[in-house]
């Protein structure tokens, strides 16, 4: 049998645990300990092993034989009883992980409090469990999807115990039932025709909108002052199947400016991407006040933190933002965004992506002499990242007039290209560039015509990278 076979390196024991952060392995310790939850002394001192191997988990230390040796030191290897245990830690995680998520939920907790005193038929307690959810969801800031869920189901646990005392005497709070389901339903289903709508402009799959025009309808007509999150996501489905009109744009962005501290992360985030995309769809046909729009939404998002993701900006929002503020010409304001969210970038790619960026601005500055030091000096583990360096790197030496440099350059760059497989699909756009600024170099500055050739070639092109810039330059 294979080392690799012998490894607990690829198991999904090994991937949930590496996920678990250092608190999270020493509370799962505690959980594996708790004779409620299991009582195999194996597994506890599996687990201890495995704790001294994290957050590694070096192949050499987890190989199945080695395990196996630390727990039952000269005992005969069996294989399949290694698995049974590493299968039972598992479960084991997964229970913890469940546990977690309802800890971290008090309104959860309280509900599944409340369905168990509900089957046991002790209605004093029931009623105070039930009074104190209810509290709980009322209380709580958020007005989004999960309150209406909550409100939803406690309005069915009540009207479920009113009816299980057969007094009929006593009205089963049916309309609330009724009225939270409705609530809920058009709320979830505004939400999802914003998602499916999206999506289809990306990936150009088609979806049925069932009931969208009566939902739509019905929510125009009531009076849903009351429940934020429906607003926000009617204007949001507003925004993308009336492209042409203004008004819920700026309904939307006034949510979500004043009425931010309703809705949870994620739905924030989820209600920025449509309406940043309504700007993106009327900046790309000329209307360039909605590029000022799609800043000022950035600067809403940063103010309000939702831009970051698990405390993180990606690489690619960061870089957007950066473009657009150069286009917008918000120049000091940009060096302050990439100097504050720096922190915010990923360990892993924080150097290079904030290098980068950081170059852009100062080419767009025309200050040119402190590019190449900062993309010289950066450590590249993304070859996407290396590419914009090398074009940026390239443009830089060209408008120093730094030309003997740059066509060494040029050279290093091209079996830089040949190299890297993972660019091949881009591979000719920059092969195009390499070759247009060596011809542009080789052209002596009296040879007039041979520019306005070199330049009329490259116009009827479209697979040149930085192909504006390009034209720019070698305009004669």
């Not at 678990?20 to 195999?40: C, D, H, L, T």
């Not at 025009?213 to 993308?240: C, G, H, R, S, W």
């Not at 247009?436 to 050739?453: G, H, L, N």
Request: hydrophobic content about 40%.
């Amino acid at each position: 049998m294979s080392y690799y076979i012998l490894n607990m390196e690829k198991s999904r024991l090994v991937y949930v645990l590496m996920a678990f952060s250092a608190r999270e392995m020493r509370q799962f310790g505690k959980f594996v300990e708790s004779p409620f939850f299991n009582e195999s002394s194996a597994l506890v001192e599996l687990l201890k092993y495995l704790h001294q191997c994290y957050p590694d988990f070096s192949s050499e230390r987890i190989a199945l034989p080695m395990v196996w040796q630390q727990l039952f030191g000269d005992e005969v290897f069996k294989e399949i009883k290694l698995r049974q245990l590493m299968s039972k830690l598992l479960s084991l995680a997964e229970q913890f992980l469940a546990y977690q998520q309802w800890q971290h939920n008090p309104i959860q907790a309280q509900i599944a409090t409340t369905m168990a005193l509900q089957d046991r038929a002790l209605p004093k307690l029931f009623w105070s469990s039930w009074t104190a959810a209810e509290n709980t969801n009322e209380e709580q800031p958020l007005r989004s999807v999960g309150y209406h869920q909550n409100r939803c189901t406690l309005a069915q646990i009540k009207h479920h115990y009113i009816e299980q005392q057969e007094q009929r005497d006593i009205e089963p709070e049916l309309q609330a039932v009724s009225d939270s389901l409705d609530t809920l339903f058009i709320l979830q289903k505004l939400k999802f025709f914003c998602k499916m709508h999206n999506y289809q402009l990306i990936s150009h799959k088609p979806y049925r909108y069932e009931l969208q025009d009566a939902i739509v309808e019905y929510a125009k007509v009531q009076n849903f002052e009351q429940q934020p999150a429906i607003v926000a996501y009617y204007f949001a489905l507003m925004t993308i199947r009336n492209k042409e009109e203004n008004a819920h744009f700026f309904a939307l962005k006034n949510i979500l400016q004043q009425q931010h501290h309703l809705f949870s992360p994620e739905e924030l985030q989820d209600l920025f991407v449509l309406a940043r995309n309504f700007c993106i769809r009327r900046a790309n046909v000329g209307e360039r006040d909605f590029a000022h729009e799609l800043l000022d939404l950035y600067k809403t998002e940063i103010d309000q933190e939702t831009i970051l993701q698990n405390g993180y900006i990606s690489p690619a929002t960061y870089k957007n933002i950066v473009t657009l503020a150069i286009a917008l010409k918000e120049m000091e304001w940009v060096v302050g965004f990439v100097e504050q969210l720096k922190q915010h970038l990923r360990p892993e790619h924080r150097e290079e992506v904030y290098a980068l960026n950081l170059a852009r601005i100062l080419f767009s500055q025309k200050n040119y002499a402190p590019i190449l030091p900062l993309l010289q000096q950066v450590h590249y583990r993304d070859t996407l990242f290396e590419l914009s360096a090398k074009t940026l790197l390239l443009q830089t030496y060209f408008e120093l007039g730094e030309y003997q440099v740059l066509l060494s350059f040029l050279d290093s760059f091209s079996v830089f290209l040949q190299r890297k497989t993972s660019v091949s699909n881009l591979r000719k756009h920059y092969q195009n560039l390499i070759k247009y600024v060596k011809k542009w170099v080789s052209i002596p500055d009296y040879d007039k015509a041979a520019r306005q050739q070199l330049w009329e070639e490259i116009e009827q092109l479209s697979n040149v990278a930085e192909r504006a810039w390009l034209l720019n330059k070698v305009r004669p």
